[in-house]
C-alpha cells in the first residue's frame, strides 16, 4: 500500500499489527493476575486477601483497557481492508496525519473528538 495524503498506509497497518500482537501477548501474560482470589483463611491471611483481591482488580481493569485498544485496532485494520482509513467515522473529512501518527487507530477528526 502507498501513501494517502500524507499518510503511509501500510506502515500504518504493520504498527496496528505490531501493537494488536503485542496486547494479545500482554493479555496472555497476565491471565493468571485475573483469576479469583484463594478465600481460605487456612492457606491465606486477612490483609494478603485483601491486596490479592486489589491486585486482582486492578489485573481486571487492565484487561479491560486492552480489549478496548484490541477493539479500537481491529476496527483501524478493517477501515484500511475497505479503504476508508484516515477520514473520521462522524464527519467523514481526512484525519490530520500528525493525529493518526500519534495513534494510528483513532477514529475521528480533533474537531469531532472535541465535540463528543
Do not use: H, N, W
Not at 478493517?78 to 495513534?103: S, T
Request: charged fraction near 35%; hydrophobic fraction near 35%.
Amino acid at each position: 500500500m502507498g501513501t494517502d495524503g500524507g499518510i503511509d498506509i501500510g506502515a500504518m497497518a504493520e504498527r496496528l499489527r505490531a501493537r494488536r500482537d503485542e496486547l494479545r501477548a500482554l493479555s496472555d501474560g497476565a491471565r493468571d493476575s485475573r483469576r479469583p482470589v484463594e478465600l481460605d483463611q487456612q492457606k491465606v491471611g486477612r490483609l494478603s486477601r485483601m491486596d490479592a483481591m486489589q491486585d486482582q482488580a486492578m489485573a481486571q481493569e487492565a484487561e479491560r483497557r486492552r480489549m478496548g485498544e484490541l477493539q479500537r485496532i481491529e476496527a483501524a485494520l478493517g477501515r484500511i481492508d475497505e479503504d476508508e482509513y484516515g477520514y473520521c467515522l462522524r464527519c467523514g473529512e481526512a484525519i490530520a496525519p500528525a493525529r493518526l501518527d500519534l495513534d494510528p487507530a483513532v477514529p475521528t477528526c480533533v474537531g469531532c473528538a472535541g465535540a463528543g
